[in-house]
């Protein structure tokens, strides 16, 4: 396996396929996943002649279970060790939920040069908690529902997510993919309990405004209208407004996992981006 291991010690697998002289894109997963998650894309973007990253965020996958270190700014230092690490320039940035919050904090403070573009899809920014800022936010007590779930019963909490919100598989008429219920189970638990513990709070109440102003590359947001687990009206639709050159496409009746379900639609919107 390939991994690097950061200044405190924490072990991260990666993944670091096709020409390195090629243009890099590098993926960021969402909770509690893995970089498994983009198995799809990676090998679509190696098809088209680019280099792919993807690595398991600490405490996620084969990284490192890490019991401390689970808070936005060290994913996104974790990143940048990773950046430096493969010498990584021009590099496209695609990160999903979770990982759109890592990709929003990294590519704000990320050193001249390193980042070209930037793909937020379903992503967590601006903030999702609700509070006297943000009083259409998703109150605090769902993501206490999420901690309480997590802790009493692991296992069950992740075949209850992806069979319903996650990918819209709750919805009438759905069509339910099995496979893709297993994959996101095995990948759950293949992380540690307590780092997903602790990136609940990560992704709900961490604050990316001023990172989102500070963006200074072309940013496209992808975001489908039928989000229950990140609200497009709470995320989406405010992200755009803060960054300074960005491009916004929703997709009426997509989910949370939307790139997991309907590659064909989203991989070529993805590809123009890059290419344009």
Known sequence: MSTITTSD?????????????????????????????????????LSHGYRVIAHDRRGHGRSDQTDTGND???????????TRALDLHDAIHIGHSTGGGEVTRYAARAERGRVAKAVLIAAIPP???????????????????????????????????????FYGFNREGANVSQGLIDNWWRQGMAGGAKAHYDCIAVFSETDFTEDLKALNMPVLILHGEDD?????????????????????????????????????????????????
């Open 72 to 82: 936005m700014d060290t994913y996104a230092a974790d990143v940048a060790v990773i």
């Open 228 to 276: 229950q687990v990140v609200p497009i009206g709470n995320s989406a639709y405010k992200a755009i407004k803060l960054v300074g050159d960005g491009t916004l496409k929703t997709y009426p009746g997509l989910s949370h996992g939307l790139f997991a379900t309907h590659p064909d639609v989203v991989n070529p919107d993805l590809l123009a981006f890059i290419r344009a």
């Open 9 to 45: 010690g924490t072990t991260l697998f990666y993944k670091d396929w096709g020409p390195k002289d090629a243009q890099p894109i590098m993926f960021h997963h969402g909770w509690p996943l893995s970089s498994d998650d983009w198995d799809n894309q990676m090998l679509f973007f």
């Open 127 to 165: 903030v999702m908690v609700k509070s006297d800022a943000n009083p259409d936010g998703v109150p605090l007590e769902v993501f206490d529902g999420f901690r309480s779930a997590l802790a009493a019963n692991r296992a069950q909490f992740y075949r209850d997510v992806p069979s319903g919100p």
